[in-house]
Every structure is written in structure tokens, then in C-alpha cells.
């Protein structure tokens, strides 16, 4: 195990941490990992911000070329700084099997980004804000996240840029916003959207039809277009109580977005409505909403990994060591 703090050096290798041990670095303001980084099984790497600090957390931002694959824990955490954090997993490929959390206060915009050409997720993935801001998490460089996983939205914006394959989930909660910025990528209809809060929602840009699974839907939370639905060749909305789903009619009437919600919703408590997320482009009447609780639904065994707080990191020999943590939001 090792603790880190106010001064470091990191080797210009292959760093590994090898199952049982952890790496701890905490109060430094740039963190870099250039030539790759393994976190094995049952190991833990934490970087973060120990006590109120004005500090601008860097973790290794546009600087590895090499192949980052984690199988235990990286927890990056600047929750006590009210700095504007830049985190971003920057190299070939990630693959993730085990934990990993980008944790800022939101208070002002900041930088959370994974720019691997290539993401694969069998694991859990948290971006997390104790508040909204107008920032925004990318993940991928344009080519593929392949999620059979759970990749989980705290007070957060998911800008989608790529291709989503896989049978994983992505879950918004505490108003968060999942934005399908460009739907003519290929979004495979087995991966699942979940809202599991009232307050987040679902915008998609209303260029390309586009079909998805959602779970979780109702208690008025939303889901929309960044265009105001038009009733004119098409309803604005129409729900088939047979199929379970909701198709929702732009400007353009052969640009329909279907959601798959699930059957059991009263047609009558359907409503279209303003949706303007922070930063999210929108207009007026862009969205419907549902006055009532969501129907019995059965969640796809990928939307049931919790998305846990971030856990706590050690700066002294006294930390358990453990790679488990239970602590999850709602």
C-alpha cells in the first residue's frame, strides 16, 4: 500500500497495482499516467482532495497513449474543492470490470471525459455532482462504448457522441440528463436508459428516428426532442398500450422517436411540456411527461448494479482494506 500527498512521481511506464494493495495520492494537484495503467482485482487507486481547497484536480488529462484496464477500483474524487476538476481516461483502449468513479462538486463547470478510442464496461462507471452544472460527460472518441454494464448519472449530463452496443444500462438519477446528441449512431435497441428519479430525463436531437429502451418512466419525470412536437401529419404523442411504446412527432413527420416504456400507463395521464435542461439544447412543448408512478416493471439485471457514493480514500495506514462498498444514492 501507498499514500501519496504534496509531492510525487510517477514512473513513465506501465504502472500496475498489483490485488491487495492500494495507491492513494490525495492534495496533488496533476496526476498523470502516460504510458498505461493496470488496477487489478481487489486493488484500489484513489485520487483525490483531502480538506476545503480551492485546487483544480488534473487526473491524467490528454497524457497516455498506453492501454488503461481496471479490474478493482479508481476513485477520483475533488468533492472537498471547489476548483474546477479536468479528469479524462486519454489513451488507446479502457476496459473497466471493475469500479470507477469521477466524483466534483458541480459549483462550477468542469471537465469529465474518457477519450479512448476505444470503451468497453462489463463494470460500473459513476459520474457524480452533489449539483447540476452546465458540464457534461463524453465518453468514447467517436467510435464505440461497448456497455454491459452500468454507466450511472448523478446530477450530470451524458452527451452522446458515439455508437452504444451491448446489453448494459446507463442510469440518470438526481436530475440528470441523458442527451442522444447524434442518433444516427448506432444505439443497439438491447442496451437500457434508466430513470430512476422524477427529476431526469431523456432529450434526443431530432434529426434521425431512433428507438430505445426506457425504464423507469413516470412520476412526471420527461422524455423529449430537442424540437417542439407537431401534431400535424402525426399526434405529438402517441402511446400503444399493446406494444409499450411512446412515439413522439418533431416538425419533421418522418422523424418519429419510439421509447419502449413498458405497458400499464393510463393514456390519460400523458402530457406534452416544457423540458430546458441546463445546457441541453430545447425548446418550448418538447417532451411528454406522465402524472402518475411508474408501472410494475421487471429491471434488467444490468440497471440492478448499484450506483454507489464514491468511497472513502485512505491518508493514513489505518484503512481497511477492502474493495467493497455498499453506500448507494437513490
Not at 474524487?77 to 481516461?89: D, H
Not at 460500473?124 to 454494464?149: C, D, K, L, P, W
Not at 411540456?273 to 411508474?294: F, K
Request: glycine share 8%; net charge negative; charged share 10%.
Amino acid at each position: 500500500n501507498r499514500i501519496d500527498t504534496g509531492t510525487l512521481t510517477i514512473p513513465n511506464e506501465l504502472v500496475t497495482i498489483y490485488s491487495g494493495n492500494y495507491w492513494s495520492i490525495f492534495d496533488y494537484a496533476g496526476v498523470y499516467f502516460t504510458n498505461g495503467l493496470t488496477v487489478q482485482e481487489n486493488a484500489m487507486l484513489f485520487v483525490s482532495t483531502k480538506s476545503a481547497t480551492t485546487m483544480s484536480l488534473i487526473f491524467n488529462p490528454n497524457n497516455c497513449e498506453g492501454i488503461i484496464t481496471n479490474n478493482g477500483i479508481i476513485a477520483v474524487n475533488s468533492l472537498s474543492s471547489t476548483g474546477a476538476p479536468v479528469y479524462n481516461l486519454h489513451g488507446a483502449s479502457f476496459y473497466n470490470y471493475g469500479e470507477l468513479y469521477f466524483a466534483g462538486n458541480g459549483n462550477v463547470g468542469d471537465t469529465m471525459t474518457i477519450t479512448t478510442t476505444l470503451v468497453q464496461n462489463a463494470g460500473m462507471m459513476e459520474f457524480y455532482h452533489t449539483q447540476r452544472s452546465s458540464s457534461y460527460v463524453t465518453i468514447g472518441a467517436g467510435t464505440t462504448i461497448e456497455n454491459t454494464g452500468q454507466i450511472c448519472f448523478r446530477s450530470h449530463y451524458f452527451y452522446q457522441l458515439t455508437d452504444i452496443t451491448g446489453n448494459g444500462c446507463m442510469t440518470a438519477c438526481a436530475g440528470s440528463t441523458i442527451y442522444i446528441s447524434n442518433p444516427a449512431r448506432a444505439i443497439s435497441t438491447d442496451q437500457s436508459f434508466y430513470l430512476q428519479d422524477s427529476l431526469s430525463s431523456v432529450v434526443i436531437y431530432g434529426s434521425t428516428s431512433l428507438t430505445m429502451n426506457v425504464y423507469g418512466f413516470g412520476n412526471e419525470n420527461k422524455l423529449g426532442i430537442t424540437q417542439t412536437l407537431v401534431g400535424t401529419t402525426y399526434p405529438k404523442f402517441v402511446y400503444d398500450e399493446v406494444a409499450g411504446t411512446l412515439i413522439l412527432t418533431g416538425p419533421t413527420p418522418t422523424v418519429r422517436q419510439t421509447f419502449i416504456i413498458g405497458t400499464g400507463y393510463d393514456p390519460d395521464l400523458f402530457e406534452v411540456v416544457n423540458n430546458a435542461p441546463l445546457n441541453v439544447p430545447s425548446a418550448n412543448l418538447n417532451s411528454v411527461t406522465y402524472h402518475g408512478p411508474v408501472p410494475d416493471q421487471v429491471l434488467p439485471a444490468s440497471c440492478q448494479i448499484p450506483c454507489k457514493d464514491p468511497p472513502v480514500f485512505p491518508v493514513d495506514n489505518t484503512f481497511p482494506m477492502t474493495s467493497v462498498f455498499t453506500s448507494t444514492w437513490e
